[in-house]
């Protein structure tokens, strides 16, 4: 693991979109894993002035996103898609019918988890996977629980994951109560998945994920398994991790991702 502390947000969001704009110049058809929610709204902004920089090009790459609202169609405002065409999408040279997002209004959302997985296996592997952290130690929307899936799937939404979440709706109540969501088997499958996580109020659920016992009720603490992973925290959600890295020889000290790729 590699673990990267930013004074401020600003610096996080930089560094993570420079570790995409790095993968990119150096393998231009990259498959990306992306993510949505609060977290990565800074790091879309500064890709998207990489892009208008000139320093990067989308134009081979390919993503796929980790995860949609079940009933949300692509023009609701809280829709990951919607997310995605707001973010980024829209603001860099990526090719839409390259972008892949699950669709949460499938008639048949199991024929349609297939098709996502279809897609994913012609895609070859993910290159590098960005994924946010859920309260409750989720990552995209495996929630934890006493099994975790493979395969793309339906989730029920955690109600800790719904309250969070309401902040992106008119009302709590409008916050659906399922999601397609990649499987931990796709996201592990990608060669690096880089964590970021941001705030305070992440402190204690950063600290089990990353120094806790691996179990599937904090499904983020099986990253500590994958072979490349990238971890970028600001000092709020490093705050119970820092006064470990000296003591714990597990943890690398504050590192850059230079030689990654
Ligand atoms: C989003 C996703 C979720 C979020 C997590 C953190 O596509 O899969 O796992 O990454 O809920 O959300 P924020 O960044 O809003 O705190």
Same mark, same amino acid.
């Given at each position: 693991?590699?673990?990267?502390?930013?004074?401020?947000?600003?610096? @996080?969001?930089? #560094? $993570?979109?420079?570790?995409?704009?790095? *993968? =990119?110049?150096?393998?231009?058809?990259?498959?990306? !894993?992306?993510?949505?929610?609060?977290?990565?709204?800074?790091?879309?902004?500064?890709?998207?002035?990489?892009?208008?920089?000139?320093?990067?090009?989308?134009?081979?790459?390919?993503?796929?996103?980790?995860?949609?609202?079940?009933?949300?169609?692509?023009?609701?405002?809280?829709?990951?898609?919607?997310?995605?065409?707001?973010?980024?999408?829209?603001?860099?040279?990526?090719?839409?019918?390259?972008?892949?997002?699950?669709?949460?209004?499938?008639?048949?959302?199991?024929?349609?988890?297939?098709?996502?997985?279809? @897609?994913?296996? #012609? $895609?070859?592997?993910?290159?590098?996977? *960005? =994924?946010?952290?859920?309260?409750?130690?989720?990552? !995209?929307?495996?929630?934890?629980?006493?099994?975790?899936?493979?395969?793309?799937?339906?989730?029920?939404?955690?109600?800790?994951?719904?309250?969070?979440?309401?902040?992106?709706?008119?009302?709590?109540?409008?916050?659906?109560?399922?999601?397609?969501?990649?499987?931990?088997?796709?996201?592990?499958?990608?060669?690096?998945?880089?964590?970021?996580?941001?705030?305070?109020?992440?402190?204690?659920?950063?600290?089990?994920?990353?120094?806790?016992?691996?179990?599937?009720?904090?499904?983020?603490?099986?990253?500590?398994?994958?072979?490349?992973?990238?971890?970028?925290?600001?000092?709020?959600?490093?705050?119970?991790?820092?006064?470990?890295?000296?003591?714990?020889?597990?943890?690398?000290?504050?590192?850059?991702?230079?030689?990654?790729?």
């Amino acid at each position: 693991m590699k673990l990267n502390i930013f004074a401020n947000p600003n610096l @996080l969001h930089e #560094a $993570a979109a420079q570790t995409i704009v790095r *993968l =990119l110049r150096q393998k231009p058809d990259a498959v990306l !894993g992306l993510a949505t929610g609060g977290t990565p709204v800074g790091i879309y902004e500064a890709l998207t002035a990489a892009v208008r920089r000139r320093e990067v090009s989308f134009a081979r790459a390919a993503s796929f996103n980790l995860d949609e609202y079940v009933g949300l169609p692509p023009d609701h405002p809280a829709s990951y898609r919607y997310y995605m065409d707001q973010h980024l999408f829209r603001h860099i040279d990526i090719p839409p019918e390259r972008t892949h997002i699950p669709d949460g209004c499938a008639a048949d959302l199991e024929r349609e988890c297939e098709r996502y997985d279809r @897609l994913l296996q #012609a $895609a070859g592997r993910i290159d590098l996977m *960005l =994924l946010g952290l859920g309260h409750n130690g989720h990552i !995209g929307f495996n929630e934890p629980g006493r099994a975790l899936h493979s395969k793309t799937h339906v989730a029920i939404l955690h109600p800790q994951t719904r309250e969070a979440n309401a902040r992106f709706f008119r009302t709590p109540e409008e916050v659906p109560t399922r999601a397609i969501t990649m499987g931990l088997g796709s996201i592990f499958s990608a060669r690096t998945i880089l964590l970021v996580v941001k705030g305070n109020d992440k402190a204690d659920i950063v600290h089990r994920a990353l120094t806790g016992p691996i179990t599937t009720e904090c499904p983020a603490s099986l990253l500590q398994l994958h072979p490349r992973l990238v971890v970028m925290l600001d000092e709020g959600a490093a705050a119970r991790i820092k006064c470990q890295t000296t003591q714990n020889a597990f943890h690398e000290p504050v590192d850059s991702t230079n030689g990654l790729w």
